[in-house]
């Protein structure tokens, strides 16, 4: 969840450093700070809680030089956000430490260091490595291996960045668990804990594997596996650009990327469907086909958003594919003991691919015997990415927004594509796939359409102003979809929102149903909307305020207290995707109409790298 970044060169560092931690600023903090040595080889350290303007601010004030430096944006776990408890955190005004993670066993390092006569100045689990780094220098030994000493000892996930006052050349990064990248230069080398943060200074990257230590010096970066020995890693050119992650005209990142979805899901599209309209099975990786021939059932593993993406592919892989299908929530699936198959698909989803419940789980389900596995993440190089036999891409580009948009949309059309290749295995005919692809070859022009109702979903925001409680209701596979919008809802604007079957209404929910509540209802022209019809005159008839997205106005007249949003006639396989954007939409304007963080509300975090 935090954001490390770090630089050694022959510069003053402070600059990228500050633009480092801008960048990771989607990934949710409460503080912020950075620590340099200087051109005295002395350690100086600024750190404030709040965002990272107010980082800026501080050291206007106070400015700090060096060629050598690590910062930080902290999400609070140990300890709450203050300015004891921001990083870096250091020993003895010489080690200095950035974490990411958690340290399970601090408790118990923290009552051996005090007795070893350390005092703590924070309530976090981080100072513990900084004291434990320090004594261990006290022995005489470098800090590289300090620092691979410390890691041993440590029970949890965590990535590192360190310096040394007595050692002031050289940058020390490590990971378990918790992601870290290697940014190379000319005549300077960086850490981040993802790409976006450095792309301003270089797109040559090395991905640290788990248990890495590397050493940076201003010309050399040596890294070392986990049995110490010293070893190369590959170097990756990212194609992002800098700007791949501004605003632009947007007055939001979330809004911005919203209207990118035709893109992004044109960019899914691209090579991975033929030209006569059959799916790829090599857009799934090498190995795709026999691993794809061997599958009578599907696993799938998600958290949040990602999971609703999940349960919409399950209508589809068990109607369309007749593949049995389970989904679940990755933090459950891991502590629940399932019983797994070899014949068994995992597929796992997850934007960052660092998901750190999603990675436990697939580790689990590769113990638990279940068979091959398939991510399907929105980062080339994410640890996801390189623990699955198999990946797709969903080429969503960089999401800033902590609430997820583009890449659930192409998540979706991701999973669309796996019901095609796994259904033509069991009797889907070429027709039917043909015509699939069609339809998703005009999705893009689709979500356009609907993008265009951005000024009536503007209006009609306005009646959650004053709103605290709503309620989303849809039937088969737009009930994930109501579940989402409810989700959006809730992240960005802080109501109450809850999503139900709209058959379900009356089994309690329809007690919720007043003036003050808010029903939203994902009412497509399918073989459920005279059911969803019936449910949704229940709320009409107890005073209950409607709003309606509907393929036509037709499906219930415009009363008081009813609104009904005209989203046009959708094939239905496609309709998930683009009931999506509307609901998305007015998230954003409540969100706006309520004046809170539309991209980094509160409490949550972008990439969710602790348990």
């Known amino acids: 969840m935090c954001g490390i970044v770090g630089a050694v060169a022959e510069r003053d560092v402070v600059p990228i450093l500050l633009e480092g931690l801008r960048r ?24 404030v809680v709040g965002k990272v303007g107010k980082l800026v601010s501080e050291l206007k004030q106070q400015p700090l030089k060096g060629h050598l430096g690590i910062a930080h944006t902290r999400w609070a776990t140990h300890g709450k956000p203050t300015q004891a408890n921001a990083h870096p955190h250091q020993s003895h005004d010489q080690v200095y ?115 890495d230590v590397a050493v ?82 599907v696993q799938i593993i998600a958290c949040g958003t990602s999971y609703h993406a999940g349960m919409v ?70 640890s996801l990415v390189r623990a699955s036999d198999l990946a797709l891409m969903t080429r969503a580009g960089p999401e800033i927004g902590v609430a997820s948009t583009k890449a659930f949309t192409t998540q979706l059309v991701a999973l669309l594509l796996l019901t095609l290749v796994l259904g033509r295995r069991r009797g889907l005919d070429q027709a039917q796939e043909q015509s699939t692809v069609q339809q998703l070859r005009q999705l893009p022009q689709r979500i356009e359409q609907v993008l265009k109702l951005n000024p009536e979903i503007q209006t009609l925001a306005e009646q959650f102003a004053d709103k605290q409680h709503s309620l989303f209701l849809g039937r088969g596979c737009h009930y994930p979809i109501a579940l989402e919008g409810a989700l959006k809802l809730k992240e960005i604007s802080y109501i109450h929102a809850e999503a139900y079957p709209a058959g379900e209404l009356k089994h309690g929910p329809l007690a919720l149903v007043d003036a003050n509540m808010p029903v939203v209802a994902v009412a497509p022209n ?26 036509h106005k037709t499906l219930m007249q415009n009363l008081d207290y009813v609104q009904v949003v005209e989203v046009g006639e959708v094939e239905a396989l496609l309709s998930p995707m683009v009931y999506s954007i509307p609901l998305q939409l007015l998230a954003y304007h409540v969100a706006l109409i309520k004046g809170t963080d539309v991209d980094q509300p509160r409490n949550l975090a972008k990439s969710v790298t602790v348990e």
């Not at 989607?26 to 005295?40: K, M, N, P």
Request: net charge negative; aromatic share 8%; charged share 20%.
């Open 97 to 211: 430490v950035v974490h990411n993670g958690i340290i399970e066993n601090h408790q118990t390092l923290r009552q051996q260091l005090q007795q070893q006569g350390y005092d703590f100045t924070s309530e976090t689990d981080t100072e513990v490595i900084a004291h434990h780094i320090h004594w261990l220098l006290q022995s005489g030994v470098d800090l590289q291996q300090a620092v691979s000493e410390t890691c041993k000892i440590l029970e949890g996930a965590y990535a590192l960045g360190v310096f040394c006052v007595a050692q002031p050349n050289q940058l020390v990064a490590t990971r378990h668990g918790s992601p870290l990248v290697i940014g190379l230069g000319l005549g300077e080398h960086f850490i981040a804990s993802d790409v976006s943060a450095l792309l301003p200074v270089t797109q040559r990257f090395i991905f640290l594997e788990e248990g």
């Open 216 to 297: 940076l010096f201003r010309s050399t970066v040596a890294i070392y596996d986990r049995h110490g020995k010293l070893i190369e890693r590959l170097i990756h050119t990212s194609e992002l650009q800098a700007d791949a992650v501004e605003r632009g005209k947007y007055r939001h990142y979330m809004l911005k990327e919203i209207f990118e979805q035709p893109t992004a899901v044109s960019e899914t599209l691209s090579g991975r469907i033929s030209a006569d309209n059959r799916v790829l099975d090599s857009a799934f990786g090498p190995n795709s086909t026999a691993i794809f021939d061997a599958v009578e059932a």
């Open 526 to 551: 399918d073989e459920l909307q005279e059911k969803l019809k019936s449910n949704l005159q229940e709320v009409h008839s107890r005073g209950g305020q409607l709003l309606i997205f509907a393929n």
């Open 24 to 47: 990771l600023e989607y990934r949710g903090y409460d503080s912020a700070g950075l620590a340099v040595i200087d051109a005295t080889a002395q350690a100086q350290r600024c750190r």
């Open 313 to 382: 592919a399950r209508y589809w892989l068990e109607s369309l594919a007749h593949v049995p299908c389970q989904v679940e929530v990755a933090s459950e699936f891991r502590y629940r003991q399932p019983l797994g198959s070899s014949k068994t698909l995992v597929v796992t989803l997850s934007q960052s691919g660092e998901t750190a419940d999603t990675l436990a789980a697939l580790t689990e389900a590769k113990r638990l015997g279940f068979g091959a596995s398939l991510t399907i993440c929105n980062v080339p190089e994410s």
